[in-house]
């Protein structure tokens, strides 16, 4: 269900309630609406759904043949390389692109985290470096509502917790939405 959109309502906006009986049509009335819109939502999400099921066989199929054209021109560059690139260049500018190697920024990959971390850990003390490993700490603020006892009175900490009005109408199932338009 799509959450309300927050804004002032004007007195021009509002309908007068002015007993049970009008109460409890409104709130059949916003369930009726809320039931609305779920279907179009759901109508949407589906239009969307089968739009990326559409795109996404395309792509593959596209990609499949950038793959292919790729790998053969790679291939024949690699093969011809010292023909087809000017002397003391990495790559060739044609009208229609461009082709050649390049080299690009070191990287690293950890495994076995805790394995090397150790091993920085002894290998930073010995040799008194202190840029090998970081820590990082951040605010847990579960364990902050978990003890708010402990820690309200320090700056900066504020818990928030407002009393909200709900309305809360039946829910009608969706395959059921044409009955509903036709009682009301």
Known sequence: ?????????????????????????????IGQLQTMLDIATAQTNQAIEDAKTSLKEQATAINNE??????????FFSANQQDIVPAGKKSRIYTVGEIGTRTPPLSVTVKNGQ???DA????????????LLSVKTSVNKTGLIKHREQVKDIAGITFNQ???FFIKPVHVPVDHLSDVEESA
């Open 120 to 131: 920085l850990a002894k290998l930073q003390e010995q040799l008194k470096l202190t840029d």
């Open 1 to 29: 269900m799509a959450k309300p959109t927050n804004r002032r309502v004007k007195s021009d906006d509002m309908l007068s309630v002015s007993s049970s009986d009008e109460l409890e049509q409104t709130i059949f009335r």
């Open 162 to 164: 407002k009393e909200q």
């Open 66 to 75: 950038i793959k292919v054209l790729s790998k053969s021109a790679q291939i």
């Open 115 to 117: 394995d090397v971390i």
